[in-house]
């Protein structure tokens, strides 16, 4: 690879940021009353919130696994591997301390809503699952790349088998990754299957992004697949029921928003590497830098992380489109001011974790 960053990647995580940020302030505090489906400025803000976090997933994906291939094609991935599970039990860890209320923990009242699930939680998972994948395939790049396809599509496919999936006989920690019944909002299924692509893609970028006009190849490649998924992915899933008579293949496609939201992202690779010129050193790529200290600042102020004291609190569903939109700009702005002279970037969260591990490993055992 020529270039030590694909600067595109950083305007795909700021989008991705920005319109979790609005898509939260919104959801969380718009009056239900006007949630009208049918509505085109509803059904359209509603549309581009869907498309938030299968982009964190295949980006994550992407990124991880594109820094991993570097390392090891330098000859020396441990330090990587060893930063990547590191990051990936950091990401965890922060998942589930953004949902501590410590004022009812001193009043001795704690709630299972601690153990719920989030984005942090199964990108973390999603980073680890990828590292030991690595591990057992990477010295044979090709098998890595089809693991990784098969993978996702895997994951995909067989979303109706677990849609509905109730677990009663394992403890709340481990099935809230693959159950929703208690409140999770993520679970490591489907939503691995994102990050196996974006992994998938990373090998596709490393292998072949040195060569003459790859990207003009890859950026029309990005729009050809991505409408094909979005427009043909249920034909093709109907078309192999028709051949296999393989009755999954059916349920997949009679709600097939997997592969649908998988070709939008794609398209949004597509538009950002096309421009990626125009995004280097731009406020839009330093935004893209700051992803994990932009969400820990809007989970701490919208929901009122460790205190219960948030926005949620005092306008819990109850503004006008209006006020709903003119806040949620107001919310962007002061978050990314917050992150931008506070939190400089992800790697100030990751470092200042690490300094922490450390101070506690010099402390003296007792």
Request: charged letters at 15%; glycine letters at 6%.
């Given at each position: ?7 595109f ?15 939260h ?95 942090l939680?199964c ?10 994948l ?14 990784l ?5 895997l ?71 991505g ?38 992202v794609?398209i949004?690779f597509?538009?950002?590497?096309a ?14 830098e700051?992803t ?7 989970f ?51 470092n200042?974790?690490r ?6 490993k ?5």
């Amino acid at each position: 690879m020529h270039s030590n960053r694909l600067h595109f990647i950083d305007a795909v995580r700021a989008f991705a940021i920005l319109m979790m940020l609005q898509g939260h302030f919104i959801d969380t505090l718009l009056d239900p009353v006007y949630r009208i489906e049918g509505n085109p400025a509803y059904d359209v803000w509603s549309y581009f919130r869907g498309i938030t976090a299968p982009t964190f997933f295949t980006i994550s994906g992407l990124v991880f696994t594109y820094l991993l291939l570097k390392a090891n094609a330098k000859g020396d991935d441990r330090p990587r591997i060893k930063k990547g599970l590191f990051r990936g039990l950091l990401l965890i860890i922060i998942g589930y301390s953004l949902r501590v209320n410590l004022v009812s923990w001193f009043e001795g009242v704690f709630s299972p809503y601690f153990l719920v699930v989030d984005v942090l939680q199964c990108i973390g998972l999603s980073l680890i699952i990828l590292i030991c994948l690595h591990i057992i395939c990477k010295n044979h790049s090709y098998i890595f790349s089809i693991v990784l396809f098969s993978i996702g599509c895997l994951c995909f496919v067989t979303e109706p088998l677990y849609r509905n999936l109730v677990i009663d006989n394992l403890p709340l920690v481990i099935a809230n990754y693959m159950t929703k019944v208690n409140g999770s909002v993520f679970t490591i299924l489907p939503w691995f299957g994102y990050s196996a692509f974006g992994a998938f893609l990373s090998t596709v970028f490393f292998r072949h992004a040195h060569r003459t006009r790859f990207k003009i190849f890859s950026i029309l490649t990005f729009f050809v697949v991505g409408l094909l998924l979005m427009y043909c992915s249920t034909w093709f899933l109907l078309k192999l029921h028709a051949w296999t008579h393989i009755e999954l293949l059916k349920l997949s496609a009679d709600y097939n928003y997997l592969f649908t939201r998988l070709g939008n992202v794609i398209i949004l690779f597509g538009v950002f590497y096309a421009f990626e010129r125009f995004l280097k050193q731009s406020i839009i790529a330093r935004i893209g830098e700051k992803t994990l200290s932009i969400y820990v600042i809007h989970f701490i102020i919208l929901f009122g992380s460790f205190t219960g004291i948030g926005l949620k609190r005092f306008y819990n569903q109850s503004l006008n489109p209006t006020e709903a939109i003119i806040g949620a700009l107001m919310f962007i702005v002061v978050v990314c001011i917050i992150s931008f002279y506070y939190a400089r970037t992800n790697h100030f969260v990751y470092n200042l974790a690490r300094k922490i591990v450390d101070l506690l490993k010099k402390q003296p055992a007792r």
